[in-house]
């Protein structure tokens, strides 16, 4: 059975002193509240991640990861962390395609296959977040935008390589806005996800593959969101800045 993922993801928030404070109230919930076989995963910026990964050193199911890396091994790249560095300190995941970083960024597809291959090759679960603009779901193109998005990023992987991805559904127009797609919305692209996984690396791989969902996700909807057949957790923005709130989503699936 595929496992079910709350997922946490920080982006440029919290000072470092912030940032322990908040991992540490997570861990000690974690430990108490979450009872269940679901992981969490807290993906904070760089400079905690070395003090987040002493910290859960110890604490079955709560992981850490980075919010990117650079698809070089090592080098002249100033001001860029290798997926080897952030391994080293003891992350796990990496997301990688987060809409921000292809809209502010200018992360391309091709790009993106870059840093899957080194995240993979270093240990590391990419979080592959694909997902449509508000622009591109009322043109209703956004299937064929979502298969493009998860072909040229990872299509070219073998299924052993494909089996270490998690896939995150965000659709961009739900991500901070407050505006979540409804369950059957999410559904509709998570089953469409799944059958072209499946198309392309067989049912039993689609099966077994973790798609999150991600966009406004908050202990009000997280219920009915991860009800959903083809929903297996969530990638949490704002919501991960609370630690009450992330447990709650977490809880969802005691
Ligand atoms: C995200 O940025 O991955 C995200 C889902 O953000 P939010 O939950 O704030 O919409």
Same mark, same amino acid.
Do not use: W
């Given at each position: 059975m595929r496992k079910k993922i709350v997922a946490g993801n920080w982006k440029m928030n919290l000072d470092y002193? +912030? $940032?322990l404070s908040l991992f540490s109230e997570i861990i000690n919930m974690a430990k108490d509240e979450v009872?269940?076989?679901?992981e969490l995963v807290v993906c904070s910026p760089f400079i905690h991640l070395s003090s987040l990964g002493q910290l859960s050193k110890n604490v079955a199911n709560v992981n850490i990861g980075a919010q990117n890396i650079h698809q070089a091994e090592s080098g002249a790249y100033t001001g860029e962390i290798s997926a080897g560095q952030v391994k080293s300190v003891g992350a796990s995941h990496v997301?990688? $395609?987060h809409s921000e970083r292809r809209a502010y960024f200018g992360e391309t597809d091709a790009l993106l296959a870059a840093k899957v291959d080194i995240a993979l090759k270093h240990g590391l679960t990419p979080i592959f977040c694909i997902g449509e603009t508000k622009e591109e779901r009322e043109s209703g193109d956004f299937f064929e935008i979502i298969k493009t998005q998860l072909t040229a990023g990872l299509f070219h992987l073998s299924n052993e390589d494909f089996a270490a991805v998690?896939?995150?559904?965000?659709p961009v127009w739900a991500i901070g806005t407050g505006l979540t797609a409804s369950p059957e919305q999410a559904q509709e692209v998570h089953q469409f996800i799944r059958q072209v996984v499946a198309e392309k690396y067989g049912q039993e791989a689609a099966d077994n593959t973790s798609i999150l969902y991600g966009g406004s996700c908050n202990p009000g909807n997280a219920?009915? !969101? /991860?009800?959903?057949?083809d929903i297996d957790g969530g990638?949490? $923005?704002?919501? +991960? !800045?609370? +630690?009450?709130? /992330?447990?709650?989503i977490a809880k969802v699936f005691n």
């Open positions: 002193q +912030s $940032g009872i269940g076989n679901q997301i990688l $395609g998690v896939l995150a559904y965000e219920k009915d !969101l /991860f009800a959903q057949a990638l949490i $923005g704002g919501a +991960s !800045l609370k +630690s009450r709130d /992330f447990i709650d």
